[in-house]
């Protein structure tokens, strides 16, 4: 539901056509429809598909979470060649097909629920088992297009440049906010992933000059990937309120195992989310 002088309907329509669609590195959540609100003539309600928050259930391991970095940077990269920067790809904004995780479905006023309202069974499936998810970036509410210079302070990451008055570059805004996005979902809420600490260092100086463009932390990233074992890929992460125990390290284990045969497994090719 968004005023129909929004930047979301136009963009959404731009990035939503039948050309960028097709194009497997575009990760913006498709727009179905706009509909006229008939209280209302100046709102529009935006039909989207069906997505699930990132965080229910969280990446299991760092298999899963280079899976994420990868996805969401390349869906970066595919709007910067495109003009569009997003704005506020913080990770309130980034989204999972949850289908396949899912197969029943969910409610979609509580995700904690199946459609009929009772209670989800088995709240932490795996990514991995199922061939992997497809991650999509939403709400570009305060997205620009074809904007080298913008303003506005408007977003979820407090960012430095962020003013009203002085012009900054939303591309290389882009890039701190999706570094500090790897820093609080995926460093901070778990442990085991480390090995992203440099990509986020490299993606989140505080002048914006000092930061590489999208392409070039997507470059970064994928000389990082390369070095990461098939046994560190595997490791399984951990809330911080886990204590190691023998409990904990045969869990591990038996993850590890599991971890193997379902990444010989060929990755489902995404189906349409319509």
Known sequence: YVPKSSS??????????????????????????????????????????LVRRIDVPEPASVRES???????????????????????CAWGNIMM??????????H????????????????????????GVRYYLIDFGISTYNQDRTIGSLGQEPSPE???????????????ILGMTYQRFLVKRQTGNDWILPLIQYMTPIDPEERPAAKEALQRFMSIK???????????????????????????????????????????TPRPLL
């Open 226 to 268: 390369e070095g990461l074992s098939r046994n560190a890929l595997a490791q399984r992460l951990h809330p911080y309120h886990v204590q190691p125990g023998i409990s904990t390290a045969i869990k591990d284990m038996q993850y590890r195992a599991s971890d193997f045969l379902w990444s010989l497994k060929p990755r489902k």
């Open 8 to 49: 979301e309907i136009e963009i959404g329509r731009y990035l939503s056509t039948e050309e960028l669609q097709n194009n497997p590195r575009n990760h913006a959540l498709p727009l179905l429809d706009v509909l006229e609100d008939p209280s209302d003539p100046d709102y529009a309600i935006l039909v989207l598909p």
């Open 108 to 131: 979609p006023q509580g995700i904690f629920s199946a459609p009929d309202g009772s209670p989800l069974k088995n709240m932490n499936p795996s990514r991995t088992a199922v061939g």
């Open 162 to 176: 962020l003013s009203d008055d002085v012009p900054y570059d939303p591309y290389k805004l882009d890039v701190y």
């Open 66 to 88: 280079v899976d994420l970095v990868e996805q969401t940077l390349e869906g970066l990269v595919f709007l910067h060649e495109h003009k569009v920067a997003h704005r506020d």
């Open 97 to 106: 097909d949850g289908r396949d995780l899912f197969p029943g479905g969910w």
